[in-house]
């Protein structure tokens, strides 16, 4: 498996919400970072939601508007994004 460098200047822990969007920008957004296992929702820039099963340790190099909290499992505390 090849590591991904977190080289992301900010880093936050996330709160789910389904209304609330991040902030900064997602287009500075390097990706999520899941020290838990489950599901996360994934609410894409088109307002489209994916809903993605994620091991313990699991980095998804995506960008997203935010992450709902109606199916997601991972607990709140567990999940963090990295910003550019």
Known sequence: MKNIPLSGKTIQV????????????INAMLG??????????????????????????????????RVNATSTTVAADSISAYWG
Not at 14 to 25: K, R
Not at 50 to 59: E, I, L, R, T
């Open 14 to 25: 996330v709160t789910p919400s389904d209304t609330v969007d991040f902030t900064p920008s």
């Open 32 to 65: 999520l970072y899941c020290s838990a296992a489950g599901n996360v929702a994934l609410v894409l820039h088109d307002g489209s939601v994916v809903v993605v099963a994620v091991v313990a340790g699991a980095w998804l190099p995506v960008q997203v508007k």
